[in-house]
C-alpha cells in the first residue's frame, strides 16, 4: 500500500505535482496566516494613525501659537470655563441657594487672593475680619433684602477700619501715618469690590424670576469677553490699535468693537426669549453691561499694573485668578440690578 503524503507542514500540490497558491499568506515573525482584507485593514489603520498624529502636531502648534500670543493654555482655558458655566446655569436654574453659596466661594478666594496681592505689594489687609464680614455681607443680599444690605455694608466696612487701627495701635513697625491711612482705606476697598458687589448680584437673584436676570448679565458679561478676544485676535493683531496702551497693551478697538456686537446681539436675543421684555431693552441692557464690563476689565488691569503683577493668582488654571474671571461680572451686578427695576416692567406675560 502506498502511503498517504503528510498534510501538515507541506505546501499544497495540484494533481499533477505542480505547487498550488497558497491564498492565505504567512506572517514572517508569528507563522500565522494573513489575509488581503487583515492586511488592508492594518494600512487603513496605519494610515489613520498617521493622519491623527499630523492633525495632533497641527493642533499642538496652533495652541501654542495662541498661548504665547495670549499668555493661555486655550484648551485647558474652555475646559474650565465650560465646566464652571455649567455649574452655575444649573445652580441658578434648579435651586437658588446653590449659587447663593457658589458666589460666596467665589468671593471667600476673591478676597484671599486679593489681600495676598495687597500683603505683597506692602499693605496690612487683615484676611480674617475681610473674610467674616464679607460672608455675612453676602448672605445678607440674599436673605435680608436691599435696604437692610445697605447697613450691612457700612458695618462691614467700619469692622474692617476699626480692626486695622485697633491691630496697628499695638504694632510697634514703625509705620508712618500715610501708611496707616493707605491701609485703613484698602481695607475698606476690599469689602467694597469683591463681597458688596458679589452681595449686589445676591440682591437681585432674591427678586421675582431674578435668576433668569443673574443668568442673563453673566452670559452679557461672557459673551462681550468672548466677542473681544474673538475679534481682538483675529482683528487686532500685534496691538493694532490698542484701546489703553498705558492700562492693558493688548486690549484693542478692534476687540471692543467684537465686545460690541456680541453684547447687543445676546442683549436681544436673550430680551426675548429668557427675560420676556421687548427686543430694544435688551440693547439697551446690552449695552449697559457691555460699558460696566469694559471699565472693570480695565480696573482691574489697573490694579494689577500698580500692584506689580500679572494675573491675582493662578488659581484657575487657563484663566489666572477668581478675580481675573470676575472682573468684568463684579461691576456688572450693579448695573443689572437697576436695569431690573427698570427694564422689568417692560415685560409682557
Known sequence: MTDLPETGDTDPVDP???????????????????????????????????????????????????????????????????????????????VKWLFVLFAAAAMVLG???????????????????????????????????????????????VVVIVWRLTAQLFSDDGRAPIEVIGDVLV???VQLYVPFLTSVALILLAQPRGEWWVLAFLILAVAADTGAYVSGLTFGRGGRHP???????????????????????????????MLQVPW?????????????????????????????????????????GVLDRLDSILPSATAALVMFYLLAPLGVS
Open 16 to 94: 499533477t505535482g505542480a505547487r498550488r497558491a497558497d491564498p492565505v499568506r504567512r506572517s514572517p515573525i508569528t507563522g500565522e496566516g494573513v489575509t488581503a482584507i487583515e492586511s488592508q485593514l492594518r494600512a487603513m489603520r496605519t494610515d489613520a494613525e498617521q493622519h491623527i498624529a499630523h492633525a495632533r502636531a497641527e493642533f499642538d502648534q496652533a495652541n501654542e501659537r495662541l498661548k504665547q500670543r495670549t499668555g493661555r493654555d486655550l484648551i485647558v482655558a474652555t475646559l474650565i470655563g465650560v465646566g464652571i458655566g455649567v455649574i452655575v446655569i444649573a445652580s441658578l436654574v434648579f
Open 243 to 273: 484701546m489703553a496702551p498705558r492700562i492693558s497693551p493688548k486690549k484693542t478697538w478692534e476687540g471692543f468693537a467684537g465686545a460690541c456686537v456680541a453684547a447687543l446681539v445676546a442683549g436681544a436675543l436673550l430680551a426675548v426669549f
Open 111 to 157: 478676597v484671599l487672593e486679593f489681600s495676598r496681592a495687597l500683603q505683597v505689594a506692602g499693605r496690612r489687609v487683615d484676611v480674617v475680619p475681610q473674610l467674616v464680614m464679607g460672608f455675612l455681607l453676602v448672605l445678607s443680599g440674599f436673605f435680608l433684602g436691599a435696604w437692610v444690605h445697605w447697613v450691612a455694608t457700612l458695618v462691614a466696612v
Open 187 to 189: 481695607g475698606g476697598f
Open 280 to 320: 430694544w431693552a435688551g440693547l439697551i441692557f446690552g449695552a449697559v453691561v457691555l460699558a460696566t464690563a469694559t471699565v472693570g476689565d480695565l480696573g482691574e488691569s489697573m490694579l494689577k499694573r500698580d500692584l506689580g503683577i500679572k494675573d491675582m493668582s493662578s488659581w484657575i488654571p487657563g484663566h489666572g
